[in-house]
């Protein structure tokens, strides 16, 4: 229903334009040519037209190196970390124009998660280089920061935390994974006091809890999906730490989940190679189950159990992370990508 809708809706406006007027022939011609150079990637009702146009910017006054993850404001603005020393956070606009960047103290910077409180808005950072999350104004300031947990006496040193990713509660905890060290979940309440931690890593832990996300799909009492990036699957957990189920996803090596208008969205960095580029989109509905791949080939399962997808070897290169405004277009910071910009996925 969601898919004819936004048909008839480009239809009637090519129709407004004196588009419809055109031969068909001509109309063809011109898809094919668009078509080309902004190919349609994705399966069933969750296709995409590729932009890798949108993000590109000045490299002398806004240069990137890895880019990770982005989030989007009360004001469309979409806030994307990256670990380029001059800046950590770029800030754009939805038609891919920077307004602002900020931060050079984050040299890893690496998660990015945004929570509102009132009517003010605030960002979470986690740097794995630097062995802290901190928590900021949208303009940068620093409110509070984490290290490396003492009430967790496995943490013989601060080198050894290496946090990947946060998750906020609605009653203001926070859940920190620390993706690249002991593969720890930790609570903090919102004053940064600890009040659990849960994992580690191990075959019925964690093999790189590389992202957290809070699921409050359905009605349902919140739970924490989290990533087991190595293991290629994500775990679901309740609230205080209490496994409650695992979704395999052979040869998807999972960033973070992101959820939008109850489906789950996540970018799998990788299939088999580390060495090449190489990755796509997963797009999952309700059930869990993935209904489209962008970047990859068509879904399809085995028993159960998804069978494992390939790569197209043209649409990505490492992509780490999705942001989907409110129209679902998808928005996709990539790493180890030869300094390249993020890229926009329009919802066909």
């Not at 007027?21 to 109309?27: E, K, L, S, Y």
């Not at 189920?245 to 999972?254: G, N, Q, W």
């Not at 959820?259 to 990755?279: P, Q, S």
């Amino acid at each position: 229903m969601e898919k004819k809708r936004r048909t008839f809706i480009k239809q009637s406006l090519a129709a407004a334009s004196g588009i419809a007027a055109t031969p068909f022939q001509d109309i063809f011609i011109l898809n094919k040519s668009s078509e080309k150079m902004n190919p349609i990637v994705g399966h069933g009702d969750f296709t995409y037209r590729v932009d890798k146009e949108w993000g590109i910017q000045d490299p002398s006054q806004f240069p990137v190196n890895d880019c990770h993850e982005m989030i989007l404001d009360k004001k469309n603005r979409i806030f994307m970390t990256t670990t380029h020393p001059k800046n950590n956070i770029l800030i754009y606009d939805r038609s891919g124009k920077i307004l602002d960047a900020w931060g050079t103290e984050y040299p890893g910077a690496h998660g990015l998660t945004i929570v509102s409180e009132g009517e003010e808005e605030f960002l979470f950072i986690t740097d794995p280089d630097t062995h802290k999350v901190c928590k900021t104004t949208l303009k940068g300031e620093k409110l509070l920061e984490f290290s490396a947990p003492k009430e967790i006496s496995n943490y013989a040193d601060v080198s050894q935390f290496k946090p990947t990713e946060t998750a906020v509660a609605p009653n203001g905890d926070i859940y920190i994974a620390d993706g690249y060290g002991l593969d720890f979940i930790i609570q903090y309440d919102s004053k940064g006091n600890y009040i659990r931690h849960f994992g580690g890593k191990g075959e019925d832990q964690f093999d790189c809890c590389h992202g957290i996300t809070l699921d409050t799909r359905g009605g349902n009492v919140p739970s924490l999906l989290i990533t087991s990036r190595t293991a290629n699957c994500f775990k679901r957990f309740t609230s205080d730490g209490k496994h409650l189920e695992t979704i395999a996803l052979p040869s998807c090596y999972i960033c973070r989940p992101v959820l939008k208008n109850d489906i789950l969205y996540f970018a799998v960095i990788v299939t088999k190679d580390w060495g090449t580029y190489d990755g796509m989109l997963a797009v999952l509905d309700q059930d869990n189950k993935v209904v489209s791949l962008p970047g990859g080939s068509l879904p399809s399962y085995s028993g159960g159990v998804l069978n494992a997808p390939t790569y197209d070897q043209k649409t990505f290169l490492n992509p780490h992370d999705v942001c989907i405004d409110d129209d679902e277009n998808i928005y996709v910071p990539q790493w180890n990508s030869g300094k390249t910009y993020p890229i926009k996925l329009e919802r066909v």
